[in-house]
Nanobody, 127 residues
Framework: EVQLVESGGGLVQPGGSLRLSCVAS????????IGWFRQAPGKEREGVSW???????????YYGDSVKGRFTISSDNAKNTAYLQMNSLKPEDTAVYYC?????????????????WGQGTQVTVSS
């Protein structure tokens, strides 16, 4: 059974940091690109970042303009886990964050390109 399980969300003050984790099982992690997406109430799902399907030290990464310079995506293939380090958080970053897996080397920020999805983790940025 394919599973993606996110964790690490929570309530944080503006300017704070959170690290999200996405643990994958049921498929060959090395063969999939991993993407992070978010969805705020009343808004469409937005692509945040993706990491290519290679060893963590040689991976390619990509970020949406709204998070570039503040968020960092990484992966640990030995642990079948992807991470999203979020720094300098803003209230507009508040959303449910999802990780997703796309077969192949490269990711995209288009949600319909991804076959597998986690259940999401809530991130709330508020004072």
């Amino acid at each position: 059974e394919v599973q993606l399980v996110e964790s690490g969300g929570g309530l944080v003050q503006p300017g704070g940091s959170l690290r999200l984790s996405c643990v994958a099982s049921g498929f060959t992690f090395d063969d999939y690109a991993i993407g992070w997406f978010r969805q705020a109430p009343g808004k469409e799902r937005e692509g945040v970042s993706w990491i290519s399907s290679s060893d963590g030290s040689d991976s390619s990464t990509y970020y949406g303009d709204s998070v570039k310079g503040r968020f960092t995506i990484s992966s640990d293939n030995a642990k079948n886990t992807a991470y999203l380090q979020m720094n300098s958080l803003k209230p507009e970053d508040t959303a449910v964050y999802y990780c997703a897996a796309r077969r192949g080397a490269w990711g995209t920020l288009l949600p319909w390109e991804y076959a597998y999805w986690g259940q999401g983790t809530q991130v709330t940025v508020s004072s």
